[in-house]
T-cell receptor
Framework: GAVVSQHPSWVICKSGTSVKIECRSL??????MFWYRQFPKQSLMLMAT?????????EQGVEKDKFLINHASLTLSTLTVTSAHPEDSSFYIC???????????????FGPGTRLLVL | QKEVEQNSGPLSVPEGAIASLNCTYS??????FFWYRQYSGKSPELIMF????GDKEDGRFTAQLNKASQYVSLLIRDSQPSDSATYLC???????????FGTGTSLTVIP
């Protein structure tokens, strides 16, 4: 399957700072990437859909000015958590849409995730 | 109504038994169906996909799809303790622009 990487894997920061998380498709081009957040023992929550060269589409309840998404190239999407607070501490996971890697259509592959702890 | 529904479990089976995980979906026009495995503290990993009615086998895993009943399942034969994880069902909608994930079923295989 396709490989998606994330960097960093762990972030610890002080309240009020901004944190940037990178999501890269390593062996394919991804016109669409997704950003999810997962709190402990809870299910995945889609935050936004990131499309290369255009503005991201945010899910209801997700503040676009708080979670800035930039998909400037076909292999890189970034999520910046601005002015992070302790309640933003979570597991952030990106995924990439891959088209044509299997019979029948497209698939979504996940990065390894980034754990954010805001003190 | 949620797009994709799964029994949250937890589901416990003894080692060597068959684990059966179930998923229903609401969009009758859905095209493709996926099963992801998520170990605690890790991101989801794709293990199976199916898009035609019937069964699809891959090693110890069998995915079953019944579009008329809007039902997809995952069978794990000869369950191993290493299969203990949360299994997420995902459905690709008719337009292909959205994946819908279930909340996951927690499986524990008891040695």
């Amino acid at each position: 399957g396709a490989v998606v990487s994330q960097h960093p894997s762990w972030v610890i920061c002080k309240s009020g700072t901004s944190v940037k998380i990178e999501c890269r498709s390593l062996d394919f081009q991804a016109t669409t990437m997704f950003w999810y957040r997962q709190f402990p023992k809870q299910s995945l929550m889609l935050m936004a859909t990131s499309n290369e060269g255009s503005k991201a589409t945010y899910e209801q309840g997700v503040e676009k000015d708080k979670f800035l998404i930039n998909h400037a190239s076909l292999t890189l999407s970034t999520l910046t958590v601005t002015s992070a607070h302790p309640e933003d501490s979570s597991f952030y996971i990106c995924s990439a849409r891959v088209v044509g890697d299997r019979e029948g259509g497209e698939t979504q592959y996940f990065g390894p995730g980034t754990r954010l702890l805001v003190l | 109504q949620k797009e994709v529904e799964q029994n949250s479990g937890p589901l416990s089976v003894p080692e060597g038994a068959i684990a059966s995980l179930n998923c229903t979906y609401s969009d009758r026009g859905s095209q493709s169906f996926f099963w992801y495995r998520q170990y605690s503290g890790k991101s989801p990993e794709l293990i199976m996909f199916i898009y035609s009615n019937g069964d699809k086998e891959d090693g110890r895993f069998t995915a079953q799809l019944n579009k008329a009943s809007q039902y997809v399942s995952l069978l794990i034969r000869d369950s191993q303790p290493s299969d203990s994880a949360t299994y997420l069902c995902a459905v690709m909608g008719y337009t292909g622009n959205q994946f819908y994930f279930g909340t996951g079923t927690s499986l524990t295989v008891i040695p």
